[in-house]
């Protein structure tokens, strides 16, 4: 399973736009990559989902480079509400086993 | 669409006493489903994984007799804490997967245990 490293914590001022970057250099050729949010006391909620170069959603787009060793979320104009933490998980599709091993999370605060 | 609920939210209980929580997935029908705890401040620790009609698959150091899973049916497991300590005392969230496709999971809200 590919181990994930993502900053610690991170401040962004309201209206910004966030770029949290995480790094999986032991990504294997089919391990999708992806990124969920975490409020405090709640599960984590699924955000966006790639395998490679750009997916774009509702909330968030996801950058992934040829290399795939690393990829970037990207949240538009940040409000209050995004102040949560932000996991990044590679894991490779299938039907049984390929559980998720979670690393330390981003802590975004998103400062008035 | 692809909801996970966990009862109970929340449970207080006497140390030494048993504890299930139940896991179910609303719209979609999961083969597999995971269990994690959670410290305060700390990430999730995925703790087995359960598979329908089949024993779970606990994590190294993780007791079994401690920590009884059961996946009876395609949308329904249940974690009992057994004879339940103090230090037992953590955030329990359960995961469901989608078949097929990606591995996307669909985490449930979690259930706040506390062992007095």
């Known amino acids: 399973l590919a181990k994930t490293t993502q900053p610690i914590s991170m401040d962004s001022y309201e209206g910004q736009e966030v770029n949290i970057t995480c790094s999986h250099n032991n990504i294997a050729t089919n391990d999708y990559i992806t990124w969920y949010q975490q409020f405090p006391s709640q599960g984590p909620r699924f955000i966006i989902q790639?395998?490679?170069t750009k997916v774009t959603n509702e909330v968030a787009s996801l950058f992934i480079p040829a290399d795939r060793k690393s990829s970037t979320l990207s949240l538009p104009r940040v409000s209050l509400s995004d102040t949560a933490v932000y996991y990044c998980l590679v894991a490779p599709p299938g039907n049984t086993g390929n559980q998720f091993y979670f690393g330390t999370g981003t802590s975004l605060t998103v400062i008035p | 669409g692809a909801v996970v609920s966990q009862h109970p939210s929340r449970v207080i209980c006497k140390s030494g006493t048993s504890v299930k929580i139940e896991c179910r997935s609303l719209d979609f029908q999961a083969t597999t489903m995971f269990w994690y705890r959670q410290f305060p401040k700390k990430s999730l620790m995925l703790m087995a994984t359960s598979n329908e009609g089949s024993k779970a698959t606990y994590e190294q150091g993780v007791e079994k007799d401690k920590f009884l899973i059961n996946h009876a049916s395609l949308t329904l497991s249940t974690l009992t804490v057994t004879s339940a300590h103090p230090e037992d005392s953590s955030f329990y969230i359960c995961?469901?997967?989608?078949?097929?496709?990606?591995?996307?999971?669909?985490f449930g809200p979690g259930t706040r245990l506390t062992v007095l």
């Open positions: 790639g395998y490679k």
């Open positions: 995961s469901a997967r989608l078949a097929g496709g990606p591995n996307t999971q669909y």
